[in-house]
Structures are given as structure tokens and as C-alpha cells.
């Protein structure tokens, strides 16, 4: 089974703060995921990563930034946390793209933001 | 712009009824659609997938029809289960495109 880990599973932030979320897969994939969680609005897709040294804008990439400094890690950086920041978020691995493409997702990371 | 419609947020059900679960797609093109299932503090994983070749996908008792007729993709089971409680998703994915989620249905079975 694919493997997607992420750090922290949770974290307390304070507004204005800078906050780094993690993720590393194992799965050797090649396209990398971060969606917000959000009553009523589902899973809103943040950035994404097709390679290494490569990012993508998603859906809501406003007050985000992210990195992929090799295959297995791929970060989102929150420079300056607000209180509509706070979320869970999740990172997914795939290693197709189409008809094929299957989400593997991480554990998720609760963010609140005080 | 193309989008997935779930239109309950919260569905309660008695054990052993059927359950249905809403999904709408709205988009020029015929879509691939998924469900996804998150079991409490768990990830989202794949359900389901519909297939290019109208075959109905199914997996632990679970099933969805795609009709392209009224752009739709329910999810459905016979009977509900007490272990069948979480949250749902309908998902599409068009042509090369990112797949794209609705905005869930809490699904609570209560024995």
C-alpha cells in the first residue's frame, strides 16, 4: 500500500506567524498534492507538483507557497498565517495522470491559527 | 467552469436500509468520476471509479451508475452497515485536468 506521511499531525500557529507543513511519500510517485479540508467546501486543491524543483498553482494558492526539493518531499509554506488559514490539510501522492490517476492521501495535518 | 454537485452535507440512516448518495457533474465533456471515503480520523481513500467502458464499478457493496443522460454519479449500497459511517466524496477528473472534489456527504448510520 502507497505511503504518504505528513508532519505535524497538528500545530498551533499564531497570526502572522510562518508555518511549514510536511509531507514525504514512498510510493516513488511523480505528481504531489496539497489540499485544504473545509466543512461544506470539501477538498480544495492548494499546489501541486507534476517534478522535482517544480510546483504548480492549484485551485486557492493565495497565501501559499510550496516546494518540492526532490521526488519523495513536498512542502506547503504558510509566510504569513491568518485566521482563515486554519484548516486541515492534506497531501496525496499519484503516479498517473487521467483515467488512471488514483489519489494517495496523508494522515492530514489540523493547522489552527490563533 | 466544470464542477462535482453534492447536494446533501448530512445524511443519517437506520442500519440495514439502502443508501443513495448524490452526485452531479456539470461540463462539456464526459468526465472520469470518483468516490472517495474518509473514515473518522483516517484518510481519504478511493472508493470507486467509473469506467470508460460503462461496466458499473463496485467495491464493498458499494456501486455507482454513470448516467451521462441526467450527469450523474450516485453512490449506492443495499443495505448500510454501522462501519459504512463517513465522509463521502464525488470527484471528477477531466482530460488531462486535476481531479476535482465535491463538497462531501457526512454519512451517519445509526443501529
Known amino acids: 500500500e502507497a505511503a504518504v506521511t505528513q508532519s505535524p499531525r497538528s500545530k498551533v500557529a499564531v497570526t502572522g506567524g510562518k508555518v511549514t507543513l510536511s509531507c514525504h511519500q514512498t510510493n516513488n510517485h511523480d505528481y504531489m498534492y496539497w489540499y485544504r479540508q473545509d466543512t461544506g467546501h470539501g477538498l480544495r486543491l492548494i499546489h501541486y507538483s507534476y517534478v522535482a524543483d517544480s510546483t504548480e498553482k492549484g485551485d486557492i494558492p493565495d497565501g501559499y507557497k510550496a516546494s518540492r526539493p526532490s521526488q519523495e518531499n513536498f512542502s506547503l509554506i504558510l509566510e504569513l498565517a491568518s485566521l482563515s488559514q486554519t484548516a486541515v490539510y492534506f497531501c496525496?501522492?499519484?503516479?498517473?495522470?487521467?483515467?488512471?490517476?488514483?489519489?494517495?492521501f496523508g494522515h492530514g495535518t489540523k493547522l489552527s491559527v490563533l | 467552469g466544470d464542477s462535482v454537485t453534492q447536494t446533501e452535507g448530512l445524511v443519517t440512516l437506520t442500519e440495514g436500509l439502502p443508501v443513495m448518495l448524490n452526485c452531479t457533474y456539470q461540463s462539456t465533456y464526459s468526465p472520469f468520476l470518483f468516490w472517495y471515503v474518509q473514515h473518522l480520523n483516517e484518510a481519504p481513500k478511493l472508493l470507486l471509479k467509473s469506467f470508460t467502458d460503462n461496466k458499473r464499478p463496485e467495491h464493498q457493496g458499494f456501486h455507482a451508475t454513470l448516467h451521462k443522460s441526467s450527469s450523474s454519479f450516485h453512490l449506492q449500497k443495499s443495505s448500510a452497515q454501522l462501519s459504512d459511517s463517513a465522509l463521502y466524496y464525488c470527484?471528477?477528473?477531466?482530460?488531462?485536468?486535476?481531479?476535482?472534489f465535491g463538497a462531501g456527504t457526512k454519512l451517519t448510520i445509526k443501529p
Open positions: 496525496a501522492s499519484s503516479d498517473a495522470q487521467g483515467s488512471n490517476e488514483r489519489l494517495f
Open positions: 470527484a471528477s477528473l477531466y482530460g488531462n485536468e486535476k481531479i476535482t
